[in-house]
């Protein structure tokens, strides 16, 4: 088959299915992309080049759909480069939330395009507002509700929709969610997996060095910011290093902001959290490892002996999903995403996402009660083993592609099991 792939950044979500095409041979693929460095076997990069944001003399909200038609257009414009190649794709796989799409079909209009719908924006009831620390101005309500324009000139058109959980395809209007396959990810579960004996060994991470006799505390975080509940873990920080002199912690992520807001006076979130509970901290013992390769990411779930996932109500990290595939003891936030993937006394200990003296009192339960943590490691491999098999995920991607193909573009079924 031909596929033809969507994404501004390369290769975004789609990388698991990119490579297990490329494995099963046959396929020929191209993958138009603005960004991204990564090379991929069997992949055909198009790259376009976004130019200078269009002038728009309009409140702001119409810039970021100026924004979007933009990217529509330079997409759009590679596309017709393709076509008069020859090259016309048997599916469209991309993702919706910055407008690449939108002009596809003018280009393919007989080809099915299957999208990936992230998220729907709400001003109030997720994660604007949910932090009373970070109260918005009345003014960022319509900036929210314009982010939705690209989704609802999406939803208008006439292709399928995949979204990877519950909590994301709810989001979501009633009478759109009936054109969303619920697609779970998955996880390589013979990579991301426990090694039983990784707590006996020394563990290395760069320069920092974890003895056996040592307890782990882990957080993970593609960046060290709010939205990810940065603020609050440092604030627990304090009680548990106070209780337990043989705690370790090691935080990995950058210090850009991918979500929300910038930290106030210029600096790091990272720099203003030290500025505040540095003189409760014993540094010596707190490591910010910023960002590693995924084989050192691994290695560290499968050491940690209490692994804290924190999220707004806002889209789960694939962390959390690798974590319960490394059978790590998690300490995760009361909120909705999170709920969705692991249930608290069962397969993890969830916190008040606000409430730094309980998420500290959740970490120091699991390094204290290991019954309780082994039992919780147990638990949540087996639900990953259950539900975020890669193998799985992969099948039921492929079955999706097919009926689309087979249909015209719309499957008999709107939800796979």
């Known amino acids: 088959m031909k596929y033809l792939f969507v994404h501004q950044n390369f290769p975004g979500q789609f990388v698991h299915l990119l490579r297990d095409l490329h494995a099963r041979g046959g396929n020929e693929i191209v993958f138009i992309s603005e960004t991204g ?21 309009a409140p702001a909200p119409v810039g970021e759909l100026a924004r979007g038609m933009q990217r529509a257009a330079e ?75 690209l989704n609802l000139l999406a939803l208008a058109g006439s292709g399928w929709g995949q979204t990877p959980t519950r909590f994301q395809r709810d989001t979501y209007p009633d009478w759109a969610r009936g054109r969303l396959t619920l697609m779970p990810e998955g996880v390589d579960l013979e990579k991301c997996a426990p090694a039983p004996h990784a707590r006996m060994r020394p563990f290395t991470l760069g320069d920092i060095h974890v003895r056996p006799g040592e307890k782990l505390v882990t957080y993970v975080a593609r960046d060290l910011e709010p939205y990810r509940g940065f603020h609050v873990f440092m604030r627990a920080l304090p009680r548990i290093l106070r209780a337990r002199p043989d705690v370790r ?75 319960m595939a490394c059978g790590c003891a998690i300490v995760g936030s009361r909120t909705a995403p999170v709920e969705e993937f692991v249930q608290d006394g069962y397969t993890a200990r969830l916190v008040p996402f606000l409430e730094p003296r309980r998420i500290a009192d959740g970490v120091l339960e699991l390094l204290e009660d290991r019954r309780l943590a082994r039992r919780l490691r147990m638990r949540v491999r087996a639900q990953a083993e259950d539900g975020l098999d890669m193998r799985a995920y992969l099948a039921r991607y492929h079955s999706l592609i097919g009926q689309l193909v087979a249909c015209g573009g719309r499957p008999a079924l709107s939800e796979v099991a």
């Not at 190649?85 to 939330?97: C, E, Q, S």
């Not at 910010?288 to 499968?302: I, K, N, P, W, Y």
Request: aromatic share 12%; with cysteine; proline share 7%.
């Open 37 to 57: 460095h990564m090379r991929m076997p069997g992949v055909r990069r198009v790259c376009y080049s976004l130019p200078a944001a269009a002038r728009v003399d």
């Open 75 to 149: 997409v759009a414009r590679a596309a017709r480069t393709l076509r008069g190649l020859g090259y016309v794709p048997d599916i469209i796989i991309g993702h919706h939330g910055w407008g690449e799409m939108l002009e596809l079909a003018d280009v393919y209009p007989d080809v099915p395009m299957l999208g990936y719908y992230e998220f729907f924006y709400h001003p109030t009831g997720l994660d604007v507002g949910f932090d009373p620390e970070f109260i918005p101005p009345a003014s960022v309500a319509p900036l929210v509700r314009a982010r939705n324009s």
């Open 249 to 323: 912690v090691i935080m990995v992520g950058g210090d850009g902001v991918s979500y929300g807001g910038r930290a106030p006076g210029g600096v790091t979130w990272r720099q203003h959290m030290l500025a505040e509970t540095g003189g409760g901290l014993d540094l010596s013992r707190v490591h910010f490892a910023g960002r590693v390769e995924h084989g050192a990411f691994r290695r560290l779930l499968q050491r940690s002996d209490a692994h804290v996932y924190l999220t707004y109500p806002f889209v789960a990290s694939w962390s959390l999903r690798e974590a």
